[in-house]
């Protein structure tokens, strides 16, 4: 693990790694600099045969890791394929319920949600199937379909949402939800 963390954090230095359990690690800094960046990402994808998720969590004041949530993760996410029209606050809110709890909203420089995408950071829950997507309605009658996207995710199954491998090797039937809209 520290020889991968030291090939993704190769300009940070000052940093030692201790395993407390099987994959259960605490990580100490030197400088808060350093931590504070690591912990501004907060999940990792970590290359390799397994495709690793490493989410980050600051030592709980009370130091017993029982009672963490590891399963919950900030991810930063973005939905392609809308109209520019569809690129408000109001709809980055909507869309992100579908994915987690909104943690925040992403905007340019010029204040515009996006030209291309919508991206938001959502907490969101491991144990359960990532949303990939859904048909938005147009004012046309006709739908367009939003692809959520998750940053720095890459063994993403966008078959059945589950993390680990992608929808080549995927064995399980697709996830479909349908709402009352369709």
Known sequence: MKELLGRVWRTIKGWSLQELDAGLYVIR????????????????????????????????????????????????????????????????????????????????????MGWKFLRFKVLVNLNKPLFAGCFVPCSDGGKVWAQFRYERIAALCYKCGTLGHDHHWCVSDPVLVKGSEG
Not at 44 to 56: K, N, R, Y
Not at 67 to 91: E, R
Request: charged share 15%.
């Open 29 to 112: 800094f030197e400088k808060k600099q350093h931590l504070d960046l690591v912990m501004r990402y907060r999940t990792w994808m970590l290359s390799g045969p397994s495709g690793a998720l490493l989410a980050l969590f600051n030592w709980p004041p009370s130091g017993i890791w029982d009672k963490v949530d590891t399963s919950l993760v900030p991810i930063w996410v973005q939905v392609h394929g809308l109209p520019l029209m569809f690129m408000t606050q109001a709809n980055a809110t909507k869309l992100a319920a579908k994915v987690g709890s909104l943690l925040d909203i992403h905007k340019g420089q010029d204040g515009i």
